[in-house]
Structure formats: C-alpha cells, structure tokens
C-alpha cells in the first residue's frame, strides 16, 4: 500500500498553496523565548488550531499554567492536542511539532525581514521558523488537507501535540505528555517527530539517537576580593591557578575524557555498528566546511562521526568570573567558576556520570594542596536516546524515504539534545521516530533560516507516504 | 644637622591649616583617565603651580603634547618641573610626584563625596588623591612653606618634577625626563618619590625595589564561528581545551613557575638577606587579613614576603573570548586568548624571559597535536629595580625616619611597579628613593582612600628632616 499517485500529485499541484500558507505562519513572529512576542505565540496557536479543525482534526488546547520570565509572571501559550480517526483495525501515530520560534531581528544580519516569508530565486524559502519547525508542522497540515478535500480516510489513525513553549525549555509539556499517556494518547503505537535536519544537504535522513548532557560548574574561592597581582603574586593560593589546573585534567586534547570511569562506560563498537557510519552520506570535508577550518580530530571519517553520534564528549565552555575583557588587566580574580559539559551516550545517565565527575575533581584538587575552596554542581543534565533502528516504524520511514527520494536515508544519531524526544520514548514506551525534513545548513537558530522548497514538497510527500507504509507494514496492531 | 626644632613645631601649629589646603588640592577632581576630566587635570597643575611659586620656587609648565583617548584628540596635561637653590656645595635632591588621581563616584561605595575631604574623628583625613599623591605632594609645599615664611634656605638645592598623568600610563614623562637629564635636572644627586606605602599600618618604610612585567596573551584559535557543542563536542579540536592545557604548564598550585629558566635566573636569598625579611614588621596574619582569607602559600613568613619581593610570580588573569556570563552555554568557542602576566626581578627583564616563554609555550602546543593555531604575544612590559639601601640616601632617610618616628623603617620591596621610578633610576644614574607618607591600608585605586592625619604631619616633618640628613650626611658632592 504505497501513496496514492493523486496524493503525490496534489502535493505538486498545490505546491505554491502551501508556501504561501508556510509564508502566512512564518509571519506570526511567535518568540517563546521574548515576552513581548508572548501573544505572537498565543495567535500561532490559535491559527493552528484553525487550520487543523479545517482539515478534520478534533482539537483541544490545553491551558499549561504560567510561568515566569524574565521577572514577569506570563501565561503558557496553550499546547494543541489532535485527534483524527479512532479506527481499531489501524495504528495510531503520534506526531510531535512545534509553533514557537527563536528570537530573530533583521539587525542580527538577516538578508531579508525574517518575519516574511522570502522565496529565493534558488528555491530557498527563507524566514524564521521556515525549518525549524512550522514547515514539518505545515507538511502535516497539507497531509491532512489531501485526504480532507477528496473525503478519504488517513490510512493510519493520527494524535497530534504541538506546542508553543520549545525553544524556551518545552516548559509544561513533560507534565501534559505523562498525564495523557493514558488519555489522548492511550492508544499511539508509535511516535514521529520532526524536529531536526539531514546530516548533509543532498541525504535524507532518520535520527534514532540522541545524546544526553551535564553541565557542569566548578566553583573555585579564595580572597575576600580581587587581588593585585603585583602586591599578592606568589604570596597567595590563586583561584584561577587551581581551577585551570583542575580543568587540564577533564580533557585531552584529542578529545578523550580523562574522568576514569566515563568513556570505559561505553562499549567500543562492532564492525556491524561501524558499518553504519562508514554508510552515511558524509565526509571529513563536511565536517571541516561546517566548522569551517580543517580541525577534525582524526581524518577516518567513521571514528569522527561515532566520536559526534555515539560517544560521550567533552566540552571546556568558560570561566566566570575572571578578566574576560580586551586589553592587560593584572587582577587575582577571587573566585572563579569553571564551566563545562558532558554529552552522554547510553548507558551513562547524569545520575551515573556526576558522581564520578565530582569525585575526580574534589580527589585532584586535594593533590594540589591548595587551601582555596572548591564546590562542583550539575547545572542541568538529560539523559542520552537511541532507538531501535529495526523496528517497523524506522522499517516504513525507510521504504517511504526509497519511494520519493529514491534512495535510502542515512540513519544518523544526533550529538545534541531533544529532550521532548525521551519525554514521549519514556512516558508511552512506544518507538520514536525523528524524520526530519529540513537540510544541514538550514540555520534553525541562526540568521537567514529556510527551508528549500523541494525539502518542504518532497518532506509533506515524505510525511504523506510515511503513513501509508506504516499502514501497510507488519507490525504491531 | 639635624631639622631644627622650629620646623617641627612650625608643622604642628599649622596642621590644620596644611590639612585645609590638602581639602583644596582634593576639591579639584584631577581624574587624567576621564577625557571630561582634562580640564580638571589642567585646573589641578595650576593650582600647584601657583602655590609652588608662592613659596619661592620656580617652575616651568611643560607641555606634554596630544594623545588620543576613548577615540577623542586630548591636549596632555603640562608636567610641572620646578628649581630652588643653586649652591654648589650643597646636593641636589630631585623630587617627583603627580597632581592626578583615579575616577571615583560616590556610587562606587564611598560614603562620603569622594571629592570633599572628610575628616574623620579618628584622625583619618578621606578623600580621592588624600593618600594617592596629594598627600605627599602637599607635604613638600609644607616643607617649603616653612623656609619661605622664615626667610631660610634649604639644606639642599630642590628640583621638582610633577606630573598629571600618572594614573594613566605617565603619557610623555619618559621623553621629559630623559630629555632634561643634563638640562632641568643635570645636578640632581638623587631622587625622592613619595608615591608608595608602608607595608602595615605601624612601621614607616624605606622602599628599595620593585618587580618588573610581562604580560602575555596566549591565543589558540581554530573553528572559523563559534560551534554547539553538541554537533561537534569530540569532533574537532577544541580550542578550549588546547588553551587550558597551555594555561596548566605554567604555575603550579604552590605558585612555583614551571617554564623552564624563568624561576632558575634569580639567585636564592643569602641568610643575610633573608634577615631583612625577617625583620620587616609584618606578618602571615597580617597578609591573609589583606587578601581576606587564610590562604597564604606558607607558614613561614619570610618565604612569603620573598615571593611577593624578590622572587617573580606569574598569576593567571582569565579568558578572552570564552563563554564568561552566568548560566550554562553550550558553545565551543572558536578563539580564545589566555592572559598572563609574569612579575619580574633583577635580572630578568622582558627581553631576556619572554622569548623563553613563547618557546614553552609553542614547544607545549606542539607537544598536543592540535590543528589548532597558537599565537603567543607580549602586550606590555617593564624591567624591575633595585637600589642600593647602603647609599647615603638611603642612610639620610633612615636616619631622619627614626628622629621623626623613633624607629627604624622596614626596607621594603614592592611586589607591584611604579615605571617612572626605572626612568629616574636609569636617565639621571642616581639614586632613587621611594619613601612613603602614607599606610598599607590606605586604598590608594580603591573606594574611601584616606590619609592619616598624623601620617600627613608626621611625613611632613620626615621629609624635611630627610632633607637636612641629607646636607649632614658624608657622601657625593
């Protein structure tokens, strides 16, 4: 049971529609993160509302509380919860997205006003949100609007949640997730969130895994205040001394972690495993180009990409508290915070791995016999995800993705984090599927974000198709 | 030759008086760091000028030329220079000291208008320059006002040179100096600067030496844009990571310099010399009491004030370009600077110790296998001085300090630097004493700087005691 060909076709013959309607939604400057804009999110949602009740979806928008920020008590703009089909003899699939967008200002050197929609000549359409992420969202959107306008059934029974709030921490909707578990979502099989990007520009791709993360800081005191080095130099233990050599100790700088205990925690992998990334559609010049100096740590493309997808890694980010300035001050900085993080891989937790961070810091800075302080704190942390590749929900993603891109995606982990991702993998235990529509250098955070046209038209047909092989393949239900 | 009794009696009765003129000197708010100060700067040179002559000396505005600060062309402020007495059979004393000050605000924390002398009932006289070099500055008007008023000559011939902008880099005093040293001061038998202070707040202090600098900016540089460190923690090098490891290799946790050569240029401290160390009134407690914590590098007190004296010191100042604001940012970024400076003691001079430096430092970095890229540079330095505490002097101050105070001075080296003291010490090939009105506790650059009301009177009469010493001691001329 593939796509039908009209649905294929009715994508292509309404292409300019949807742009048009991606141009629309893109307008709505819907910045979670700005509360001037918090109203800007609140009208996101309600023309998303509008949109999914004109193609059949049953709604709900669920009043997440309020919240403060920047020092002001705000409402959480609302999250939607859809619901279309209710079909026993089908599989339910769950799709995720969001509405919200991160702050933008044609000053930050956009090209063009990043709230009106910009189509390039190229074929990029370049606005805020264009990827990430009101063009998945939108991809849905027109999904439902085939099967709406011809009375066809959807070959799968769908759940939708989309929320307002996640580029500002996704705040309210661990809470919703776990309370409908059992409610809207009791019956999903399944889950498809389209949230992140190809690993290239020319592959598709499905993510199956997720790095985790702590962050931590490493607080080093001593004077009461800041000391003249000329007056205090030799004659004191330095704070900055003490923390640059307990931060030495973190790193190697070919990457390895030095922390006993944390890289042993991970299993080398196997030939079959390497296989994978010696697979993808990627190479050290794309990993070069993208950093934009030729500073990968090893030029075997696999161990680089296992060193981003499937090993811990560590990250030196900074110092607070000492000069930072330009210029030659000669100051003892009196306390001074070391500042880095840990991506973790399974099995590592950051219940696992801070223990053994902490222990190690306050061990090696006993060796310096220092009589300055030392404290060590997890700022945040999140655990890793990986999910089975096997499973029919990557099986139909695969087949889907043969049948409009005529070729197979890269199945790729991503090194950051998405934490939604672990909330719904956790809260329903169902398999998790990331499709991502969108191409590596889209700049979801950055200036000139898009989306190119073909990733929006082949990704709703993507979408469309990708339903109709979970219909169709063995599996669960 | 001891100062005549009418002197000192002469500074006791007028004390009030000499203390409301210091509250005039305070009044004009001479800040050379703050361009909408300039006028100020020239208002203050005027004011000293013009009570100089009052007292029967004659001066010279010397016009210092243009700079640029904060982007604007500024007029320097004129140096004063200053004559008295041509007698050849007595010696010359040449005496320095400067008109400006530090910005202060009441907002910084004073309590009281920093630029409105306040007097307070335990005799401490608080005000902006009171201590940071009004103080000294107007002790020598004092000195000379009792021998103008009396119609006396001075037991020496005098040469003044005052300068405005001490507080902000000495801008056209090198070229002054060095260009009047067989013009305006070709007589000179040695030099007098007050500018410095006790090392407590008990013992008055002879100083005889102060460390030199080099201060260094280490910068590794790599990534073409600042990167997530998600997508590419364990990927590239990370220049970071390279940074701190430098950063590690040059001080360790008991303050010792690990760059080879550096520590090993100075000699070890004879027991002879460690006596004077041993004999400076001062203590552990009164170093942690300073710095505001028990963090000394040792018990012993000798080992400790040789290495803020006479052995150098190298402290870590912090990170240009790092993540430094509070919170959890998970950048890798793509160019960071460490900061450090090195003080120095004879004979290590910047010339000799930073090519050994640079070449540690490149040597280390090749030692990591980075693809990174290190620059290394110095972006300033002075030499260190050390005079001669045998010199006469020397001898007249101790002599005059216990007829003043009635005990003998510490013989104190600064850990800091004062450059023009190197400018007089190596253009005239004199002398150079640095002898201190003012105490430890003084807060010279800080908030609520005071002098002490009988260190102003008292340090009036030891400098013109200091004069008559040294008419009365044996020695050149």
Known sequence: MPAPPEFLQFIDDNANAFIQRLGEAVAIPSISGDATHRADVVKMAEWLNTHLQAVGVTTQLVDLGKHVMDGQELSLPPAILGKIGEDKSKKTVLVYGHFDVQPAEKSDGWD????TLSIHPDGRLIGRGSSDDKGPVLGWLNVLQYHHAHGLPLPVNMRFCFEGMEESGSEGLDDLVR???????????CVCISDNYWLNTRTPALTYGLRGLTYIKATVSGPARDLHSGVFGRTVHEPMTDLVLLMSKLVDAQGKILIPGIDEMVDAASEDEKAIYEALDYSIADIEQSAGASIALSANKVDVLMGRMRYPSLSLHGIEGAFHGAGAKTVIPAKVAG??????VPPQTPALVDPLVIAYLEAEFAKLNSKNTLTVESLHGGKPWVEDVNHWN??????ATKAVYGQDPDLTREGGSIP???????????????????????????TNEKLDRSNFIQGTKLLGTYLYEIAAIEGKK
Do not use: C, Q
């Open 112 to 115: 063009t006003d990043p709230f």
């Open 179 to 189: 309370k409908e578990a059992k409610g809207w979502f009791k019956d999903v099989d």
């Open 339 to 344: 500042k880095f993080s840990i991506r973790l």
């Open 394 to 399: 990557y099986e139909a993603a695969k087949v």
């Open 420 to 446: 939604v991702t672990l909330t719904f993998a956790e809260s329903l235990g169902v398999n998790v599927l990331l499709l991502p529509m969108g191409r590596g250098d889209d700049g979801a955070h950055s």
